[in-house]
């Protein structure tokens, strides 16, 4: 009979991850289309993003994509998780340059013991670059649980 086992240890399962909605989302897709655009002085600009945690998760996944390329211009990418006390914690940031069609995976990072996750927070915003503007990307998370 053949073993299950590898190596006589046993097989651990793959983490269940599940999509999070983007907060505004019309509830139909977990992934966000976005274009680069200039900070306001008044008014809301088009840098951050939400995703609603409607449920305890072990760990948390944050995706990007690159839908167009602007040659050189450096994009500032940082990711939060937001908590039920009004606090948050910086999981990433870091300054990317990617060919179009490039995705990037950022995490897992691990849920924070004794704090209530409420939200995952994306933002890309445009530097100092003048190249910045009018880049698209794609952006979704996942919240995963078992891992």
Not at 52 to 70: C, E, G, H, L
Request: charged share 10%; hydrophobic share 35%; aromatic share 12%.
């Amino acid at each position: 009979m053949a073993s299950c086992f590898a190596g006589g240890a046993p097989a651990q399962a793959a983490p269940l991850c599940t999509f999070l909605q983007p907060i505004g989302g019309n509830g139909t897709t977990p992934i966000v289309s976005k274009q680069v655009g200039r900070g306001k002085l008044i008014g809301r600009t088009n840098w951050n993003t939400d995703f609603i945690v409607d449920r305890p998760y072990d760990s948390y996944k944050f995706f990007f994509t690159a839908n167009s390329s602007s040659g050189s211009a450096q994009y500032p990418v940082t990711g939060y998780l937001k908590f039920s006390d009004g606090s948050n914690l910086q999981v990433f940031n870091e300054t990317m340059s990617p060919p179009l069609g490039t995705g990037r995976m950022f995490g897992p990072f691990p849920a924070i013991p004794g704090k209530q996750t409420s939200q995952a927070n994306f933002k890309i915003g445009a530097s100092d670059d003048p190249g910045a503007l009018g880049f698209s990307y794609r952006i979704s998370v996942q919240g995963c649980s078992g891992s």
